[in-house]
């Protein structure tokens, strides 16, 4: 046997044979035996034969009709049964789940809907799962296969147990029709199970399958499938009877009951011989199934015929003998008992029911006597014959009736007596139930069944579905689909889509063996139809079936898009559709609505043509009806196709493709379809003339033919004969009375045309059909060309007896608030609506958007001029406010918002088309007389002719022009109105006089539009401006309603009328207009969602389409459409994650022109960093097909893009040499040819399939591109639209794009960075304070950089997997992938800088520690002598210890002598006396004492840094030419990086202020009204040296850290080097300068820098005594020796001394090591919890600018100003005192109990511990020191205690006693332990923080000194950037020449077209739009042209006007004016502009 293939559609049937077995016994089983070749699929009629049974309109006492899904469920058999069993837990049951979507056992069969939707096949799935008891659910089915799950991971105990059970339960037969199916989650593996089930159980991988758990894998599920049928096919039986369990009970049984086999026997004597019973049951077997299969097709195929095994006499005939009779009574039996059983209940269940493959009771056992039999045999024969007999009439009898034989309803059956045979004429009733029996059966075979009462809506195709398959069949259920698919992309073949038949068995021709003779049978066979061998195929369905079926389905707005498709297909459109189910007639005008048709209409002998566009609903035109009556064999509807275009099948006729003889749907339909001519001479008609097609016998379709009959100007019948003894002589008779035009064609008549009385008679025969095609032209233009009637599509609303679409209620509702709207137009010249009724999009919304752009362009007084501006665009929107009002937009918005859904949909439809019918004849007129004009221009010019007339007709044109864009009226003008309503409303902030409150709600209804499939307006193209405030609200309420989706934004480019438009229409489905006239301005966006069926392969959910107006627009000309169109270009290619560039035609020139701007456009994309994709699409391509053709055009198209690239290279001033230097691009696969729109011209032409091919195509590329991207998030599309427009505002859209997505991804990295920095830091001090107590016992003494990286390692590696997942998962992934590696090398940096910092610290320690060995050694003997001395002392004194004051006396005296005697051998270490050094250094460098004296009494040294003003320190060179050469270029400012450190490198900080605006300068305090010598020193000659001081100051403070004086000590000669390179730096610095300092300056700054040094010298100097000197060491011991002392006199034992001792060094180690761990404990707590640190650099800045303000010290803001890290420093220490010791006290003191705590807890552990060792080893007062320290973990820095003078403790039961007594003490102590104590602390909290925080970016804006607020320190390549600057006469900037102090931002000045000099000695200034180019520092800076104006700044220059005067010297006035905006400003405004500074 052929192996089955699996085939989705398929049905199989079986054949079998059978043996009766007869039993006597209760228990009556049938056995069936099948050869090896037979099936035992129990399969019966397929669905559309059972639903055709189905009786719709029940008789009386009928409750209820069978549904579809009963009839299904009950009556068919399936193709498969599977059983499932196993374990539950391996299937996921779900609603999902292609299995199994309950867990209920039954043991009814359950067919799956699910698997009949995929793969149309009825397939019973029986849930056995879980081994249940078979007795208590018994099965009583064939079973084709035991599915047996088993889960993963325990596959094998679960296949033994499974396995088992299945044999026990159904026998061992069962196991060869086990499936096992091994099931698993989705992230597990199972590739090894199978070799595990084939090595330990034999399975057999055919019959093996893995499957997910949750069986929703559609290939999963088809794989399983096919394995099955693999696997039935080789069963044999194919099926496994579970009844066979019985049957072997049984058979055990009759062995012992002889009976039975007497039984048997009896029954074999009946049956002659084997032969005899095997070809007599296939007789009959074919007999009976030949039967059921013309029952399942009885509406395409009614008639039976005989089948091929039986001949075609009677049945009668065939039985010779009396056994043969019983013979064919047994096999026709089954077939005949189901026929009475179905007889018996007719209504409920007409159809016959399967015959043998189902188990019954034999016939034996029924038939008792051979009278019996006979009469059986009877009955089926006249059973057999009748069906024979009824298989005559096909059309009209489709259901199997009763024989004559049996009984039969009265009034069902007639006898024809004229035909003289048998008939069926069915009463209106049947007629009915016939129409819903085809009609339901038509819709299950189209899967329609459902949408027939749920209408599919356009909602329901607005959607992105998986690619059309090209493939050479579609199978009937998908034929809907894809005729609806292929209709929306304009492909008129969606009416030809070839469908396969849904079964899997391809009938092939018998082959019949050779042989040389012919016989009889031979040519019965030869001669008989295709029908008598294949009576149970299926009759295709008719092509108009499914689209008639589709438009039944469809509701109101899928119908009118169709039917527009089918307009514009060039179809024929459905006037009048019976409806199936009521028969009433309806006419379908709604769906007429939004067709216009434009034609040229030929006049008169002089043959004017005048150009019409209109509505097809409101044309009046010609009606030219055909009505057939009877039968014909010619086809009318191919007849009209001459008529109307030769070319074209506008009406489809029975020679079309697909066409088949049944069809269901399409009689009484009334097709309609206009010609429109073209205004040439070859044109068939001079006017537009509607063709109306009658479908069907017109003499059976009374309704529609009176209706049009009386509509129509002419009437064509077609008729076989024209007598009057016919019955269409009535119809005929009647038409020929009427005054209407009639021509008759007749079919059986010759005659050449005839006419009598307007009425005409043509006769067809022998005649060509062309021939009849032109008489009929002339016929109907002669006609035509006299008077006439005209029809008019809306005058059908009159006609009763049809009901038309629009009367229904909801329609009218939406129509009725449509015209309320509209009346208010009506009547109006249509070019002065929009300023009437819209006038807040019109001339004010205009004016807004040029002042808006101005802003960017602003000259003269900068801030005034903006100020200005400004309140000229606030005077606007109030204007806009008080305009917004009108009654139409309030019309129009109550509607929108009161209005259902559904009735709200219908108003925008009925608006639209009620708008468009007001302005199409105003369009058309002003189009024709711009065409005339235009063609008049054109010939003038060719002539040369320059005269008067020539201009006038220009200006003629242009008005023209104008009045054209007036009349343009559409719905987006008043969506647009709302957006500036909304806008203008927004702007005030406040109520207006109106009180119009609505407009808040504006762009929720829009969001509801735009999701429901509206296009919305995102840019428009009038103003040329796109409304942010507008678009954001919009997407801020769709993000609302769909959530934050990701979308894929599809843009498309190109010129004008290239057919973008019509290309995305066609490709998506979507309405962006496309009518003439009426081309795309601005840019539109629409939401297409993903289908469920392809959404898993994206990671969007939505397509966003944006189409866009086409370049070099010919209403803009000049410069003006350059910059357009490269505004334009830039923004939709910016916009987009795809662009298709749209290129049309051939024409080099036009393709050179966008092929620029585009590439241009592509170049800045990559500039800022934006990376979209783009395709070439090139239309109207001749011939698409030439290969070599189109690969010479991709050379062509590569070359000119490679040309652009060079030449947008140079404009954009960038590096690039071809095409794909600046985008990614293959030429192979990145171009796509299309073919021309039209197949022929328009405007009768339809659309070229090729077309839409190509279309299909490249939506495929497009998705396929797509499935890489990720798409941006809705919230991102919308800031990136605003990033792009501000950027385009400016002229340098590069420097000006700021991408603010990118930029806050940006900062929420540098939190994430702060953060990982710090959990490194934290670590790490965690470590330092653990080895510090290690390298102070002298445990270490070496730290390597291996040892700190060995500790760090798990925090390091846990924190890069931190990193891994931020960078990987986080939702701007895309957009941080480029600082990845950036930042992971700068936390790797981090981490090992930090390692070599906490190195160095360590060393120190190690070094003090190495340093103070000598003073150790010495410890032991000092204290040991100490010990003994206090001791003896006290033993003397002890008779005066109760006088404290005696003992204190004593003890003092001999003190002094004890520390002389133990130091008498060394030197003391004297302290230092730096002001001595200081005059001795200086005055070794030979400056004088008394400029070295006057500086320190004066003290103005001090102040350096601040000082203001340094001319007097100064003195200009000697000589002019020196100083000419002296000064330095503006090429030698421009050092390369990383060249000379030192002053220069601050040097080249301090030119970052040398900088000038327009002739800007600057000048220093006291500087105004000096003498000329002193205003020629510069303010940036002030800065310049102000930032060598500090330089020099941080300088030589490193050089003075380095030397080792905690370790070595001081001397001298480390001041003597600072001064000499102080020096050496004076005098490189003049050297470069036109001045040279005074010695007042040197000594000043030598004082100015020793004095900084002073401090951490002493501090230096001091650790180095307390570590070296023996006679510090000693005094710091007198205390603690002093109470030892005091003990020892009061009789303490030895163990109270050491304790004592013990508990007081406890104090100091414990204390020290409590404040360190508090000191980091609460610097991580004010990380976490204070706002201003637990952020980036950016979010520090916006707390210390808050602070200032609210302290309003003038001073601070100095610091800040000049030094801003100095006072950041500041405000990290006020803020730490602040928490520690106000805000949060109680918190920190807990923190310091905590850590109290956990010490108290570590050293109470080691006294247990070190007691509890040395008791058990009876060890020393030695070994419990020992054991004590080493338990304290490292943490604590415990002095050594020497024991020998304690050896006598042996009761450390007591000592623990005594160490824990004073532990109490030491802990309370500690408890009461100042917080002032953190603060001295090794690290303290404030500068951990500013280790912390202030490790970023310091440098300052070149133009206003504001600080970069980047957080890493070097972040190249990234430039300098902050999001606030300010007015650069913060700085002291000026205006050269004057005291004017500058006001303007330099956010402004960059967008402006002024200029500045990089420095005051600067000769060549450089416009402030190039920036960059002035060199370092400006190019490393990114200073965009914006609004960002920080209100704080403004308040800051208005609250400290004065003292910025006063500071500087110079005035607020002049062009420096403030503003008087600024003044209203207040403190609470200014800080709170700071949060928009950091949203920003």
Known sequence: MEENKYNPTRRGKGESETKSVSSETNDEVQLEERTADSKCDPVNEPLDTQLSGKNYNSKEGEDE??????????????????????????????????????????????????????????????????????????????????????????????????????????????????????????????????????????????????????????????????????????????????????????????????????????????????????QKCKQAECDVEDSEKNDEDTAEQPEIKPGPCEPKETAAEQMKTAAEIEQKCNQAECHVEDSEKNDEDTEEQPEIKPGPCEPKETAAEQMKTAAEIEQKCNQAECHIEDSEKKGEDTAEQPEIKPGPCEPKETGTWEIDPIENKESVILTGEHKKEKLLEETEILLCRLHLQDSYQQKMSPANFLKISPPLKQSNGTCEKDLAQMFLQRLMMLDYRARYIPARQESSEVSHPEVLPESDSIDADDIDVFLATSEDFHPSKQAQVHPMDVQMAVFSCSDSFLKQNMITKLSQCQYALPLFVPDPVSMDIECPLWTFRKITKTWKKTQGESKTISMKSMPVCKAETPLVSFFRLGSLSLSKSQLMNTLINDRHSTFFHRNCPGSTKSRHLMDGVAEIAWYCPAGKPNDSFTDCVAFCNLHGDSLLIEKQREILTEKSSVIVLLLPTLEKSEKSWTVVSSLIKTTKPLICLIADNDCEVDQIKGKYKLGLKDRSQSDVSEELKQIIGKILSGPHTTFQLESLTKVSGIRVDENDLVCQKGKSAAMEMVKMIGGMDISKIKDTFLPCEGQLWHNWCRINKELYHLKGNIEKEKERKGKQLMEIRQKQCDASCSELMKSFTKSLLNLPSKDKEYFLKWTQILIDGLSTDDLSSILQNYDETWSEVLDLKKKHNKSAELKEKQVELEQLSKKLQSATFGLEHIFREMGQIYEAHKSQKKQTRSQHTDWVKYPELAADLMISGYPMELMDGDAGHVPLTWISSLLQEVIKKLGDQRVFVLSVLGVQSSGKSTMLNAMFGLQFAVSAG?????????????????????????????????????????????????????????????????????????????????????????????????????????????????????????????????????????????????IAFDVQKDVKYFAQLWEGSPPMAPPNPGYSESVQELKNIILSKASKSTGILLSHFSSKIQDLWNALMNENFVFSFKNTQEIAAYRRLEVQYGNWTWTLRSEMLKIENHLHPKIVKGQLDKIENSYLSKEMKKTYEELKKQMVAYFEDDRDKEMLVQWRSQFENKIKEFHEEHIREVKRKLDEVIQQKNARKKLDSKKTEFENKLLQKSKELAHQ??????????????????????????????????????????????????????????????????????????????????????????????????????????????????????????????????????????????????EVIRFFINNVEQESLKVIQTKPVATQGYTSTYLQEVAKHVQKKVTEFESERKYIFKKEFTVDLLLFVLDSATSWLLQSHKTYKENNDALTCLNSKKNEYYNIFKSYCKGSSSAVVFGEMMCERLKVSAAESVIDQTAVDLAGEMRCSLPAFNGNRLNLEKHVLTSLAEKEDFSKYKTYIQNPRKQVEAFIKEEVKKYIFKKQKEKALKILKKNVDDINKLIRQALFDATDKVKKQEGNIDMWVKVFSSSLNNKLTLDTIFCQNFRDINNFDFLKEKLEKGLETVTTEMSRLPLDKVMECRQTPDQILIDQLCNCCWERCPFCAAVCTNTLKDHSPDKHNVPFHRPSGVKGWHIR?????????????????????????????VPYKQYPTAGDPYASWRITADESKLTYWKWFVCHFQKKLEDFYNLKFQGKGQIPNEWRKYTRKKAIKSLDDMVKQ
């Open 65 to 278: 009709n069978i549904s579809a899904a009963a009839a299904r469920s009950h009556r068919v058999m399936a193709d498969l049964t599977l059983v499932l069993t196993g374990d539950p837990n391996a299937i996921k049951i779900g609603s999902e789940n292609f299995l199994l979507d309950h867990d209920e056992q039954k043991n009814v069969k359950q067919f799956s809907n699910k698997l009949y939707d995929l793969c149309g096949r009825q397939i019973c799935v029986i849930n056995m799962l879980g081994l249940p008891n078979v007795d208590k659910i018994p099965l009583k089915q064939a079973v084709h296969a035991f599915i047996l799950l088993i889960p993963n991971g325990q596959h094998n105990s679960h296949y033994r147990s499974g396995i088992e059970w299945l044999e026990r339960t159904f026998g061992k037969e069962c196991l060869s029709y086990v499936m096992t199916v091994l099931t698993y989650k989705s992230d597990e593996k199972c590739e090894s199970a199978l070799a595990d089930l084939k090595a330990n159980h034999s399975v057999v991988e055919q019959r093996y399958h893995t499957c997910r758990r949750s069986m929703m894998n559609v290939n999963e599920i088809i794989d399983l499938l096919e394995k099955i049928d693999v696997m039935v096919s080789e069963n044999n039986p194919q099926c496994h009877n579970l009844l066979m369990i019985e049957v072997n009970k049984d058979q055990k049984m009759q062995e012992d009951t002889p009976h039975k086999e007497v039984t048997i026997t009896k029954a074999a004597e009946q049956m002659k011989t084997a032969a005899e019973i095997k």
């Open 1437 to 1582: 004194l002890k008779d005066v210890v109760e006088n404290e004051e005696e003992l204190r006396k004593q003890f003092d005296y001999v003190w002094s002598h004890w520390v002389a005697e133990l130091t008498s051998d060394t030197i003391p270490i004297k302290d230092i006396n730096l002001e001595d050094d200081q005059f001795n250094v200086l005055q070794v460098l030979g400056i004088e004492w008394d400029l070295i004296n006057e500086s320190k009494i004066s003290g103005r040294y001090r102040n350096l840094s601040e000082t203001g003003n340094y001319c007097d320190y100064t003195t200009k060179k000697k000589y002019q030419k020196h100083l000419d050469e002296s000064q330095p270029s503006q090429e030698s400012q421009m050092e390369p990086k990383n060249t000379r450190r030192g002053w220069k490198d601050a040097l080249k900080s301090g030119l970052d202020y040398l900088k000038q605006i327009t002739g800007y300068a600057s000048t220093a305090e006291g500087e105004i009204g000096q003498n000329e010598s002193r205003n020629a020193f510069h303010h940036d000659d002030q």
């Open 1078 to 1222: 009426r081309c795309t301005k601005g840019a539109y966006m629409q939401l297409v969602k993903l289908s469920d069926e392809i959404k898993n392969d994206y990671k969007f959910d939505y397509v966003l389409i944006v189409d866009t107006e086409g370049l070099r627009a010919l209403e803009l000309a000049g410069n003006t459409s350059l910059h357009h169109d490269n505004e334009l270009a830039t923004f939709v290619v910016g916009v987009g994650n795809m662009t298709l560039i749209n290129i049309f035609g051939e024409n080099p020139a036009d393709m050179q022109d966008v092929l620029q701007i585009v590439v241009q456009a592509i170049m800045r994309m990559k500039k800022v960093k934006l990376s979209p994709s783009c395709v070439f699409v090139h239309q109207n391509v001749t011939d698409v097909a030439a290969v070599e053709k189109n690969m010479d055009g991709k050379r062509r198209l590569q070359e000119k893009l490679d040309k652009m690239a060079q030449l947008a290279a140079e404009e954009e001033v960038c590096d690039v040499e071809c095409f794909s230097d600046v």
């Open 1937 to 1965: 020449g004057t005291v004017d102090l500058v006001i303007d931002f330099c956010t402004t000045l960059v967008g402006s077209d002024r200029s500045f000099y990089p420095s005051h000695d600067s000769m060549k200034s």
